[in-house]
């Protein structure tokens, strides 16, 4: 497993904004979408490429395109946030949701809802802006292995190392892209410094 932390000041910037308590569910709407684009660009940077000749207005000239399919692998409902910016930049990408809860007591994940179009041979981005004991994504990821995904990045805004180890243990090949490594779990499986519950901001509930 690899693991990439953004190290880039306007991601930095927009993490201070996200983490305030006083950010409230519109800006910290539109924060996430842009630091999910940060993301996005950084784990696409490899994608595959063929050539194809454009007509401009003053001539014709050799540019290239994306020659692979994006999965775009949800992990309702905070990774709802990230899809729309997803979406948005790639021409041809198919959309899957899992949606997973946490147990308000013991903190396990559990699957309530799966959709997912085909994976193989296709880069699958699986996306959920936290990852703190690694429950949800581990599941997430496992799902998406079985139905035959091999090239498989893992998108996230704050990561605990705790979370990160999970992965690591479980997923050799699983690359990960996150805007921040945090410090350690608190008792309740809260991320500190963290921002809190993310989907609850996100949808003021
Ligand atoms: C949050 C978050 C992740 C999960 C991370 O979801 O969006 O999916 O917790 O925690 P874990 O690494 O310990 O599994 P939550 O269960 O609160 O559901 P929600 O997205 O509907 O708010
Ligand atoms: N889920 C969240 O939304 N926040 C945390 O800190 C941990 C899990």
Known sequence: MSLHVLNHPVAGHILSLLRDENTGSAQFRNLSRQVTSLLVMEATRDLPTEPVEIKTPLETTQCRKLAVTVVVVAIVRAGMSMVDTIVDLLPSVAV?????????????AHSYYCKLPPLKNRRVLVVDPMLATGGSAEQVIRMVYDQGATDVYFLNIVAAPEGVKVLRDKFPNLIIYTASLDRELNDKKYILPGLGDFGDRLYGT
């Open 96 to 108: 899957g949701f899992i949606g997973m809860e946490r147990d308000e007591e013991t903190a396990e």
